[in-house]
């Protein structure tokens, strides 16, 4: 925080701070020895490491100290780059965080997809997709997990096999297929993700 000020103290200093767009954001948090007394991120896609705190200070949109829930992901930075510079924009899988700074209380996203392909030599193939408080973990060659976060911010129970969150566990593979299919996330791993999800059960049909 001391380092990242005397850039602040400095923009101040030369006049440039109040025509500056500002971020500070981080590519993944840390464990803190949650779920097992993991401290690295290791291959879990649990809250500690997935949701990072973002602090944008952009002059004349959102006011001081204002709050966002949106979902937004790291790949929605150069898309607010490039729209704060005023630069035509291309087509980019990041969205330009400026409507949620112009309006913190309305959505960014409906949903949003996380990838992630294993990590210190372990070998893990996932795709998770939170809407609204749902989250939905789909493990290639393993279990599924979906968490309520407003009633279970901590991921304690997994109601992926809870006769009774059956529709909502629906609901999300459905999401989560179509979001990955949108984005041409069709690599090998990627079909047979989807293959396992629509052969277990009473999955959907594709």
Not at 76 to 85: C, E, K, R, Y
């Amino acid at each position: 925080d001391a380092a990242f000020g005397t850039v602040v103290d400095r923009l101040e200093a030369l006049g440039l701070l109040d025509n500056t767009l500002i971020i500070m954001n981080a590519d993944h948090g840390d464990a803190i020895a949650a779920h097992g007394t993991m401290f690295n991120k290791d291959s879990l896609m649990i809250e500690e490491t997935m949701r990072v705190p973002m602090v944008v200070r952009w002059p004349g949109m959102a006011s001081n100290g204002a709050r966002c829930d949106a979902l937004v992901t790291n790949l929605d930075l150069p898309a607010t780059v490039v729209d704060a510079a005023g630069v035509e924009t291309w087509e980019m899988d990041g969205q330009s965080l400026r409507p949620a700074l112009e309006d913190v209380v309305s959505p960014l996203r409906d949903d949003l997809l996380c990838q992630h392909h294993g990590a210190f030599r372990v070998e893990m193939f996932q795709r998770m997709l939170r809407h609204e408080d749902l989250k939905y973990v789909a493990h290639l060659n393993d279990f599924d997990e979906l968490y309520d976060l407003g009633d279970d911010p901590f991921e304690i129970n997994n109601l992926a096999r809870n006769p009774e969150h059956r529709a909502a566990l629906q609901v999300m593979r459905t999401r989560l297929i179509d979001r990955m299919q949108s984005l041409q996330d069709d690599s090998p791993d990627s079909r047979a993700l989807i293959a396992e999800i629509t052969r277990d059960g009473g999955r959907m049909k594709l």
